[in-house]
């Protein structure tokens, strides 16, 4: 009897400090251990942006104890998808791994009101991340969703 496999993905951005962190904490948030999940940038910074990190306190996801990780071919081996972020051609190539894009505005330097909009849209590619992966949230709801409309 084969067991199905644990999809893998790897979220990369410059500072893995702000969008690829933020990626990687809703999809483990909404999936739990039903995918692997990585991220690393090609320059790490030395910390996460607190900026970063009080906008997904504000949705309920503690990301505080990350710490930015370097990007590494084995990481992108050991992936299923590679979603990058504004790293250019950084990112190592290998054949038969399926590589997505996300432009979204780089949080560096900014504060907690401009990486809100940025953290909403994040949650939503996540979500649709996951509906193409297969993965069924129902029984997770979207926080940063319900807080927006709750806090209109």
Known sequence: ??????????FVCVH??????????????LA?????????????????NPAVVDAMKEVGIDISAEVPKVLTTEAVQSSDVVITM???????FFPGKRYLDWTLDDP?????????????????????????????????SGTASRDAVEGS
Do not use: K, Y
């Not at 504004?86 to 190592?92: A, L, M, R």
């Open 1 to 10: 009897m084969s067991t199905p496999t644990t999809p893998s993905v790897l």
């Open 108 to 140: 560096a330097g900014q504060g907690v009101d401009a990486v809100r909009p940025i953290r909403d849209a994040i949650e939503q590619r996540i979500n649709g991340l996951l509906t193409e992966l297969g993965i069924d949230t129902a029984a997770r």
């Open 32 to 48: 739990g251990d039903r995918v692997e999940v990585r991220s690393a940038g090609s320059a790490p910074a030395d910390t996460v």
């Open 86 to 92: 504004g790293c250019g051609d950084t990112c190592p």
């Open 16 to 29: 893995n400090a702000g969008r690829s962190q933020m990626a990687a904490a809703f999809l483990t948030h």
